[in-house]
């Protein structure tokens, strides 16, 4: 997987192979080539799971409704684009800052003043 400037994460699957990858809730998955079919993350209904699949052409598009782990299967060789949900940064921005606020925050509670 590779990540253009844009924030957009490109993905290559050979022609029969499977794929999974972390998407969240208003990711939009556009297929550049190849023919794949896509599972998103499983949903629960009474005591069974369903997983519905969704086939996707080249040039079509389709905007994840639930955040979790996607499996992709290529028919043919495929390349596709995931882009992040508007107004979302992309998952190691937020990881990054996180740890770094973390981090900041124990070293600041140290140095306190007491009276």
């Known amino acids: 997987m590779r990540t253009s400037v844009s924030g957009a994460n490109t993905l290559v699957s050979a022609a029969g192979s499977t794929q999974q990858f ?3 809730l208003g990711d939009v998955v556009v297929v550049e080539a190849g023919r794949v079919v896509l599972e ?3 949903s629960w209904l009474a ?3 369903y997983r519905t699949p969704i086939t996707l052409a080249e040039g079509e598009a389709h905007q994840i409704a639930r955040t979790g782990w ?3 299967y290529a028919h043919a060789a495929a390349r ?7 107004g979302k940064p992309a998952r ?3 990881f990054l ?3 770094r606020h973390r981090v900041a925050r124990l070293m600041f509670s140290s140095f306190q003043l007491h009276d």
């Open 22 to 24: 972390h998407a969240c």
């Open 40 to 42: 998103e993350a499983p």
């Open 47 to 49: 005591d069974t799971v």
């Open 70 to 72: 996607v499996t992709l």
């Open 80 to 86: 596709l684009q995931r882009y992040p949900a508007a």
């Open 92 to 94: 190691e921005t937020t």
């Open 97 to 99: 800052s996180t740890w």
